[in-house]
């Protein structure tokens, strides 16, 4: 799976556990930084990996910021993104079931290492449960935030 990979400087405590946990499940990664605990500003992040993910560069993509909020709201502004801070395995694993979440958000103030690479396997190894035959409510209800995003 390829992954676009990008955080702010409140997401790069987590940035080398991403990365190991990213490489033991095989992925490739578009890394977009930041490589460094300098300040930077997290919406430019969240656009990098949307847009990766938009485009079909990436199949799904991982933001971290200080909390998890500012990046999902960000990367929630650009069309066909699906993003949420999930900081329990459920949520990361139904997230995409059921809401086609295709970017995961993390809060590098929020949790550790070990936390962080759980929920990652769980968002990679769900499944949007839509594209199923017995998925119409889920697509359905996806239908439903595509009409949201159209409306002007
Ligand atoms: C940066 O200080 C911080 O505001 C940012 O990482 C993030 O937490 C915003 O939601």
């Known amino acids: 799976m390829r992954i676009a990979l ?3 400087h409140g997401g790069f405590p987590l ?3 991403l990365l190991e946990v990213l490489e033991k499940m095989d992925c490739e990664v578009i890394d977009f930084g930041t490589d460094s605990p ?3 500003d ?3 992040y969240a656009e990098k990996v949307g847009l990766a ?3 079909g560069e990436a199949d799904r993509g991982i933001l971290v910021c200080g909390s998890g909020v500012g990046v ?4 929630n502004k650009i069309p066909g993104i699906f993003a949420a801070t999930c900081h329990d395995a459920y949520s990361a694993q139904q997230g995409v079931e059921h809401d086609h979440m295709n970017v995961l958000c993390l809060g590098g103030r929020v949790i550790g290492d070990e936390l962080a690479k759980l929920l990652v396997k769980q ?3 769900a499944t949007y449960l839509g594209d199923q035959p017995d998925g119409d409510r ?4 996806v239908g439903k935030i595509i009409e949201l995003e159209q409306k002007e």
Do not use: H, K, T
Not at 72 to 75: E, G, Q, R
């Open 123 to 125: 968002f990679l190894n």
């Open 53 to 55: 993910v938009q485009g």
């Open 6 to 8: 990008g955080m702010d």
């Open 42 to 44: 997290y919406p430019d």
């Open 138 to 141: 889920y697509a359905r209800r």
């Open 15 to 17: 940035r080398e556990a």
């Open 72 to 75: 999902s709201i960000a990367a």
């Open 38 to 40: 300098d300040r930077v």
